[in-house]
C-alpha cells in the first residue's frame, strides 16, 4: 500500500494528507475546489516549518513530505491509481454516500476505502459500495499532525482482514489505534457530545456563565480546554449533525440538541471558523473573550 487518496482538502483532509506524505506515502489530495486545494497547501507547508523550527524534522523531512503530495480536482482520476483512499469530506450522509459510489466505481477491486466521519454509520456507508468488507472508519482527532488516536470502525461487513491493514497502517503513522464497533457516534463522540451538550443546557438555563463552566471543567476535571471552546473548536455545526446522528440513532431524549445549539447554528454562529460562537475570535490569533450573552 503506496499510493494514498484523500477526499476533501478541509482542515482534517488537509491534515490527513499531511500525516501520510510526512510518512513515506505517496498521496493525491481532492477538493472540487481550486482555492481550497491552494489553501491546503499552505497550511501543510506552514505545519511543517513550524516542525523545523522546533526541531521536529528536517528541511529535508519537509521538502520530501512536500514532494509527495499532489492536488486534484478530479475524483475519479485521483482513485483510480490509489491503494487506500479515505474521504474526509462534510459531514453529511448524502454527500458521503454520493462520494462513496463515485470512488467505488473508480478505484482498482483491491483498493480499501475509508471514512473519516465521526458518526455517521460504517455500514450505511458500505451498503452504497460493491465492496462493503473493504470499507472502514478511520476517525482522526483535530489536529490530526499532532493528535495520536485514530477510532478504527468496522462495518457490519468490515473483513477481519481489512480491519488489522487499517490498525497496522495508524500505528504505521505513528498513531494509536483503537477497534471500535458500528454504533452512532462511536466512542469519542458519543461520550464527547453529551458532555458538550450538556454544557450548552447549563448555560442555557442559566446556570453559570461560559466562562465559569469552562472554567469549572478545566480545573476541576483537569481538562486542557472547557467544552464550550471545544465545541467552538470543533465547530457548533459539527457538534450539532453529530448531536443529531445520536438523537436519531439511538432515539433516546438525552440525546437531543440544546435549542441554543440549534439557534446559534442557524444565526450563523459556528464558533472559530465563523469568528464568533460561544466566544469571539480574533482573526489570525487565538485570543478569545466571552461572546455578548444568550438569553434562554
Known sequence: ???????????????????????????????????????????????????????????????RTL???????????????????????TERLDLKLEIFRSIDAAAPSHTILATNTSSISITKIGSATSRPDKVIGMH??????????????????????????????????????????DYPGFVAN?????????????LFEGVAGVSEIDTVMKLGMAHPMGPLQLADFIGLDVCLSILNVLHDGFGQPK??????????VTAGKLGMKSGEGFYSYTHGTKELRVAPTFES
Open 1 to 63: 500500500m503506496n499510493n494514498i487518496t484523500v477526499i476533501g482538502a478541509g482542515t482534517m483532509g488537509n491534515g490527513i494528507a499531511h500525516v501520510f506524505a510526512m510518512n513515506g506515502f505517496q498521496v493525491s489530495l481532492v477538493d472540487l475546489s481550486e482555492d481550497v486545494l491552494n489553501q491546503a497547501r499552505n497550511t501543510i507547508e506552514k505545519n511543517l516549518s513550524r516542525m523545523v523550527q522546533k526541531e521536529k524534522i528536517s528541511e529535508s523531512d519537509k521538502s
Open 67 to 89: 514532494e509527495s503530495l499532489s492536488f486534484h480536482t478530479d475524483m475519479r482520476f485521483a482513485s483510480k491509481t490509489a491503494d487506500f483512499i479515505v474521504e474526509a469530506a
Open 140 to 181: 482522526f482527532m483535530n489536529p490530526v499532525p499532532v493528535m495520536k488516536l485514530v477510532e478504527v470502525i468496522r462495518g457490519y461487513a468490515t473483513s477481519d482482514e481489512v480491519t488489522s491493514t487499517i490498525m497496522a497502517l495508524s500505528e504505521r503513522l505513528g498513531k494509536v489505534p483503537v477497534e471500535v464497533n
Open 190 to 202: 458519543r461520550i464527547l457530545m453529551p458532555m458538550i451538550n450538556e454544557a450548552i443546557f447549563t
Open 255 to 264: 440525546y437531543a440538541p440544546c435549542p441554543l445549539l440549534v439557534n446559534m
